[in-house]
């Protein structure tokens, strides 16, 4: 059996009470000021400032550490006129019989349709793909694990780190999303997991008069 490497843990940083409950409370508010936004200025945004946030949302957890993601960031407009156009024929069929009525409902109120300009629009188009298995040199394949689950936290850290930037962003999944592999030429190992729009806000941009949960409704205490 192998020996697990340890070494001491020398990043935490350990904050008097009064200055851990202010950092929440501000952490708090900054994320509570992210709306997601459908209308992106063409404003370009430098790639360093993407890979910064990359950067970050490759320090989440995963599954034995096996960090099953990889992340295509676009800017190229002709690979983001193909990603539209695919999109778009996908969400045709979704809105068109695809998708329950009861689905189409509850999309109403944010008023979506199979219209996705902001595809071409905005600055970046970040693809996110889970590893579902990695592939050895001899061509053998080796399990990852947890992998949705993993994905999906650094895709959270990802959300963050863009808001905490100064940028916008919506996430995008049309169904199903195969041709993101096809287009950006991602391995069969890889599975979309969403499309990441990023950028900044149309200035007379406008979002859904929504509210969010209150915490008695998300959260129990024992």
């Known amino acids: 059996m192998t020996t697990a490497r340890l070494v001491p843990l020398t990043t935490w940083l350990e904050y008097p009470p009064d200055e851990m409950r202010r950092r929440a409370a501000d952490f708090h508010a900054e994320l509570n000021r992210r709306r997601t936004v459908r209308t992106f200025s063409d404003r370009a945004v430098p790639r360093a400032l993407i890979e910064d946030c990359l950067r970050a949302a490759g320090t989440a957890p995963s599954g034995?550490?096996?960090?099953?993601?990889?992340?295509?960031?676009?800017?190229?407009?002709?690979?983001?006129?193909?990603?539209?156009?695919?999109?778009?024929?996908?969400e045709r069929e979704f809105y068109g019989g695809r998708a329950p009525g009861e689905w189409l409902a509850a999309l109403a109120p944010l008023g979506t349709d199979e219209h996705k300009p902001f595809l071409e629009r905005a600055a970046w188009l970040i693809a996110v793909f889970a590893e579902r298995y990695a592939v050895a040199d001899s061509?053998?394949?080796?399990?990852?694990?947890?992998?949705?689950?993993?994905?999906?936290?650094?895709?959270?850290?990802?959300?963050?780190a863009l808001h905490h930037a100064g940028l916008v962003c919506l996430t995008h999944t049309p169904s199903p999303m195969g041709f993101l592999n096809e287009i950006l030429g991602r391995p069969a190992a890889e599975k979309p997991f969403l499309l990441l729009v990023v950028g900044y806000p149309e200035s007379d941009t406008q979002v859904p008069d929504i509210h969010r949960k209150p915490l008695d409704q998300i959260a129990t205490f024992l």
């Open 64 to 90: 034995a550490n096996l960090q099953p993601w990889h992340f295509v960031a676009v800017t190229d407009p002709t690979v983001k006129s193909r990603i539209r156009a695919a999109a778009e024929q996908e």
């Open 139 to 160: 061509g053998g394949k080796a399990p990852n694990y947890y992998v949705m689950e993993s994905v999906g936290i650094a895709t959270g850290l990802l959300i963050a």
